[in-house]
């Protein structure tokens, strides 16, 4: 199966698990991605946010919600009144997956399937067992199916705090923290004009749920 697991390094601080990341094949993923696209913020954190997985403009980069995406997101985080600083920024699958579209160099989005979300979510483990957030923000379902299991559906779960879940074989969750769920932000830009205020409305309203656990 596929697992990255074995690139893992045992007792590693955060920059030694993001530079083991750059070397992982524990799917097939690595082999079309310029890189891997690790989380990136303080060890002192005390929010994570997890989304699905670089899109073009951050494998690009090299660095996780720099594209519109990313701007969204940056909006809607400061409008919940979530210091940028407290945040790491991460992803549940850590390169881009992809389809080359038939004509010209347009790369098109693919959703990461269940192998892809089980072989990455050991880096994801480790770097919230690291860091030890007070709480963790899934970014729609991709995150949410890496935190819970296939059953997550975000229209029945967002915006409430939830006990964080335990991660393959950890004792109940990681510390005592907690998990916010709600849309990925890809989906305010998704949403045709009439909808897309509030679907933006939803999405700060969840993350000032996860702003409140901090206060
Ligand atoms: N979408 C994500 O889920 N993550 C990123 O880093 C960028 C876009
Ligand atoms: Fe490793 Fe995750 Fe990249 Fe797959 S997507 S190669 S598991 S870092």
Redesign the pocket.
Known sequence: AYDASPFVPEGADLGALRRAAGGCRGCPLYRDATGT?FGEGEPSARLVLV?????D??DRQG????????GVLGRAVQEAGIDPAEAY?T??VKHFKFQQAERGKRRIHKTPGLREIGACRPWLRAELRLIDPEVVVA??A??GKSLFGPSFRVTEQRGVVLPMPALDGEEGGEGAGVLVATI???AVLRADAEARAAAYAGLVADLRVAAGVLN
């Open positions: 696209v989304g699905e997985q670089p899109g403009q951050e660095r996780p919600f720099v594209g519109p995406a990313g920024v992803n549940a970014l729609g991709t995150a990925h932000p890809s």
